[in-house]
């Protein structure tokens, strides 16, 4: 079965740092990944996604993210933290179980940006 | 396009009430889902439908039942509100990957 852990449920960095939040999965298969964010009183919205090809995925806003199969990692990472960065970031892998499409959602990591 | 709404967005409860969320999309997904979100647990699937007339349970599908009687529109219904449903309610559609997700309903039952 498909799951994901995130490490760390709180993250701190201040304006114009790197952000470097993890994710690592399990998955009996060749595994689709996602990054979502979560800004204040709002639903989620797709960061990046990694299905096939190219292991460094480019999403919106400036973040990337690294799929490494050896390590069973999906980190995602931004080279400077901006203030509107603040909000909560779900990593997330498809399950296939059942023969039908899930995600599985890890318990989210809560970025915090300081001037 | 609206994407995936949610009615409504705000409801209090009082214990044993019942009450159905509404989901509506307008990009012809196959696949709807409703998630619950609480503080530290990330999303939880409660129950989703891989098209219209079909529905299946998630993660934690009791006290809750859907319907999906059009395949633009998936409700969420609690029967006898507790409080331990006192949540945040995420409606998502998609084709089998990607998930779209509504705005949320905040739910307190009290």
């Known amino acids: 079965a498909q799951s994901v852990t995130q490490l760390g449920s709180h993250v701190s960095v201040s304006e114009g740092a790197l952000v470097l939040l993890r994710c690592n999965y399990s998955?009996?298969?060749?595994?689709?990944l996602f990054w979502y964010v979560q800004y204040p009183n709002q639903g989620l919205q797709l960061l990046l996604k990694y299905t096939t090809g190219a292991t460094l995925v480019k999403g919106i806003n400036g973040f990337e993210a690294e799929f490494k199969k050896s390590e069973t990692s999906f980190h995602l990472t931004k080279p400077s933290a901006h203030m509107s960065d603040a909000a909560e970031y779900f990593c997330a892998v498809v399950s296939f179980s059942g023969g039908y499409n899930k995600l599985i959602f890890g318990a989210g990591t809560r970025l915090a940006v300081h001037p | 396009n609206a994407g995936v709404t949610q009615t409504p967005k705000f409801r209090v409860l009082k214990t044993g009430q019942s009450m159905t969320l509404l989901c509506a999309q307008d990009m012809n997904h196959e696949y709807m889902y409703w998630y619950r979100q609480d503080p530290g647990m990330g999303l939880r699937l409660i129950h989703y439908s891989v098209g219209e007339g079909t529905t299946a349970k998630g993660e934690v599908p009791d006290g809750y039942n859907v319907s999906r009687l059009k395949k633009q529109n998936f409700l969420l219904g609690l029967e006898s509100a507790a409080p331990s449903q006192t949540s945040v309610y995420f409606c998502?559609?998609?084709?089998?990957?990607?998930?779209?997700f509504g705005p949320g309903t905040r739910l307190t039952v009290l």
């Open positions: 998955s009996s298969v060749p595994p689709y």
């Open positions: 998502a559609s998609s084709t089998g990957g990607e998930q779209f």
